[in-house]
């Protein structure tokens, strides 16, 4: 079971200008309580994420999907950004090794799988012609619930352009849309075409979408234990929603209280996740993302402004150890380090003793590599309580589908908890939706603003050429 300790940021271990007091606490309890029910009981239409632990309907779909589709298929590829991509890098990084796409198809469970998240053109270039020998086993799975989202866009249409050129007829059976189920671009071109389509629920926003197809077939394509995610999903959902457990025993709420006094009442408007362990590092991406983009808002439910949202910044045990950790212990004392340990790591290795008796490397001879890694963070943690630096320790007994099931679910409750005590909407994100538009414009999409408005901030006239405004983008 997942266990969430917050002893280092309490005012025994840091102090009470840096930890969290007994009297913080207390006064925090009935918001902390009424934020939980709120999320419980009265339910955002956005909320469908709570839903997803305990859908069937889904996963049924998803995994008979997967088990036609593996049968022929040696390459994956996932065409998506933001929720359509960071949660299935992580999923797969967490539970399948790193070496996945380099192993031969029999140590593989699945197909080779690249995630394209970016309109970057030697990515999706060189990608493609990785798999261009094998375009007859290669599956690609579209993720955009409208279908117009520029950077997959421009990835669907470009793959499309070469399954339809190198297999004829035969390539709709090679695409499989991740969509709205009843309307927008990519659910029209999909029937049109005759792609298997999986459904992107409508009350999920993207970055709380891990346990919707989104990230479910993808995962289950690549042989991950879908039911086993959810079943984690599910037990933890039970644990951070008992409304009769103290509310100090619950994970997300205590999780949610220390990390809203850190960033309100502590001046730590900085929360780094450290993860000491390579698979979870994907966690630490999609972590940024759920918290950036749920928490970071200008206005209050009221209107008012109060910029809020903690920046989370991510960081890597032990590697990070050696490249940050410097200024988290002597740099400005704004941050709240939340680190993930392993109880026990996916495999073992021993050390052995150094050549000619080198008595300086004595103490690691005998040692596993596991127990050294953990006594890194153990020691970096102690290090920052030494300088008044709070953390708490988010444990996995083992990374399973199980535990990465709890950790998502435990993290979207504390996100939708921190909004509430920030009393903003952690579902909408309007900050983004300027960014699109003018993208739109510049590549000569009409819509709410036109070539002519970005030219004239960015240039200081109405005027300007396609070529103008990139190269000026393009040079800032």
């Not at 000569?444 to 983008?473: C, P, S």
């Amino acid at each position: 079971m997942l266990n969430v300790d917050c002893r280092c940021a309490a005012e025994a271990a840091v102090g009470w200008e840096h930890g969290a007091t007994q009297a913080d606490l207390d006064g925090l309890a009935d918001a902390v309580r009424r934020g939980r029910d709120r999320i419980v009981n009265q339910p955002d239409q956005w909320e469908g994420w709570r839903k997803l632990p305990v859908r069937s309907d889904y996963a049924s779909a998803v995994k008979a999907l997967a088990a036609d589709r593996r049968q022929w298929a040696t390459d994956m590829l996932v065409l998506g950004i933001g929720g359509s991509a960071l949660g299935n890098i992580a999923l797969q990084t967490a539970l399948n090794p790193p070496t996945w796409n380099l192993l031969p198809p029999r140590r593989r469970n699945g197909p080779r799988l690249f995630v394209l998240d970016n309109a970057d053109p030697d990515l999706v270039g060189e990608v493609l012609d990785l798999v261009g020998p094998r375009l007859k086993t290669t599956l690609v799975n579209v993720i955009s619930k409208s279908g117009e989202t520029a950077e997959t866009a421009s990835q669907f249409l470009v793959v499309r352009d070469l399954l339809a050129r190198k297999l004829k007829g035969d390539f709709a059976r090679h695409i499989v849309a991740t969509t709205d189920a009843r309307k927008g671009t990519l659910h029209e071109i999909a029937k049109a075409d005759g792609y298997a389509m999986l459904e992107v629920p409508d009350d999920v926003g993207g970055r709380f979408s891990v346990l919707s197809p989104v990230g479910l077939f993808p995962a289950a394509m690549c042989g991950i234990d879908v039911d086993e995610l959810l079943a984690g999903a599910a037990a933890m959902k039970t644990r951070v929603e008992d409304a009769a457990a103290p509310w100090r025993d619950n994970p997300a709420c205590i999780l949610a209280a220390v990390k809203f006094l850190a960033a309100t009442r502590k001046a730590k408007p900085i929360h780094v996740m450290m993860p000491y362990s390579n698979r979870l590092y994907g966690m630490a991406d999609w972590y940024r993302q759920l918290w950036a983009e749920s928490l970071g808002k200008r206005r209050d439910r009221a209107g008012g402004e109060v910029f809020a949202g903690p920046t989370p910044v991510k960081a890597l045990g032990a590697t990070d150890q050696h490249s940050q950790v410097q200024l988290y212990r002597e740099g400005p004392n704004d941050k709240l380090t939340v680190f993930l340990a392993v109880e026990r790591h996916p495999r073992e290795l021993a050390i052995p003793e150094a050549p000619g008796g080198a008595g300086g490397l004595a103490y690691l001879a005998g040692a596993e590599m596991g127990r050294l890694l953990n006594a890194e963070k153990r020691a970096t943690e102690y290090a920052l309580r030494v300088s008044k630096r709070p953390s708490v320790t988010i444990t996995f007994d083992a990374v399973t589908p199980h535990s990465v099931g709890e950790f998502i679910y435990l993290y979207e409750f504390t996100t939708a908890l921190m909004g509430e005590l920030l009393n903003i909407n952690a579902y909408d994100q309007p900050a983004v939706e300027l960014g699109k538009q003018a993208t739109f414009a510049l590549m000569g999409k009409q819509g709410r603003i036109g070539k002519k408005d970005v030219a004239r901030d960015i240039l200081g006239r109405e005027e300007a050429t396609y070529a103008e405004l990139k190269q000026r983008i393009e040079g800032s």
